[in-house]
């Protein structure tokens, strides 16, 4: 008889989970609804519309070799992208963990933001969601188990802005029309193969360096200080991160695959490496 009644203890405990995971991506779905209708809000009308190579005159050489590469004269301004990723994501603090994860992402770029959300799948049935976003100047990392346990929630600092915002500039490897100087990127001059990129988003000002390769593509880049969640506090660290794997998506040289890492006093940390499986760029439309 016990044997009956521990069976039936284990499939009704199977049944809550089961239900606690339905219930948990129908509220997790409804607040990516909301996060990116409210992103959408804020699209601002993009000037100008389709891409000049006058444009890039007197940016410094390796800049220029970039834009030459990636983009054709008369190329559409990116407006907004939709991304699917699959890859690993390492939670560990000391010691590597790296788990798979899926992910969609929207990007708009001006006003700029996005929304990443993610599924971290730590085992059998046990996700983690997770939002991370900029939308209308304002960070968000939001970690929750299954939708419904909220593991970290920070929002709304200077801090978490400047990462976010660090992040959007860092990925516009994907839809490089937003570096160009009518986008809003200021350019400086670092040596032959390196320059520094800063976009301001109302308070908020984020510098990178872009590293190039022979060929003219992003190979890397890096930030002197991005902020890190480390328990429950905000700790500026070097951030990087590279590209690999480019081809062409509606007419711009992109890379595929990425990885970003803390760079610690320990050496390099990778945290995240993936791969996108999908993406579509919406463009300005050419007129009206």
């Known amino acids: 008889m016990w044997i009956k009644w521990i069976a039936l203890i284990i499939v009704s405990i199977i049944v809550c989970i089961g239900l606690a995971s339905i219930y948990g991506r129908f509220r997790w779905q409804s607040g990516t609804d909301k996060l990116r209708a409210k992103l959408a809000s804020g699209r601002r009308i993009i000037k100008p519309k389709i891409y000049d190579q006058k444009e890039i005159e007197g940016l410094p050489a390796p800049v220029q070799r970039f834009f030459r590469t990636v983009l054709k004269d008369g190329q559409l301004i990116v407006a907004a992208v939709k991304f699917v990723h699959q890859g690993q994501f390492n939670m560990g603090e000391t010691e590597a963990k790296w788990s798979p994860f899926t992910s969609t992402q929207l990007v708009v770029t001006q006003r700029p933001g996005f929304d990443w959300d993610g599924r971290i799948h730590m085992a059998p049935k046990l996700k983690v969601f997770v939002h991370d976003a900029y939308v ?43 570096l160009l100087p009518s986008q809003g990127v200021r350019w400086e001059a670092i040596n032959d193969i390196s320059a520094r990129g800063t976009l301001t988003d109302g308070a908020t000002t984020v510098s990178l360096v872009f590293r190039f390769n022979t060929e003219g593509l992003i190979d890397t880049i890096y930030a002197a200080a991005r902020y890190r969640t480390v328990g429950s506090s905000l700790v500026a660290m070097p ?5 690999w794997e480019y081809t062409v998506r509606n007419g711009m040289y992109i890379p595929l695959e990425g990885e970003v890492a803390w760079q610690t006093p320990e050496g390099s940390w990778p945290y995240w490496r993936g791969q996108i499986t999908e993406i579509n760029h919406e463009f300005a439309p050419p007129t009206g």
Request: negative net charge; proline residues 4%; glycine residues 12%.
């Open 136 to 178: 209308l100047g304002e960070g968000t990392l939001h970690a929750s188990l299954l939708g419904l346990v909220t593991l970290a929630n920070v929002r709304g600092t200077p801090e978490v802005a400047q990462g976010e915002l660090l992040r959007f500039l860092a990925e516009a490897a994907w839809y490089p029309t937003a």
């Open 239 to 243: 951030w990087s991160g590279r590209f």
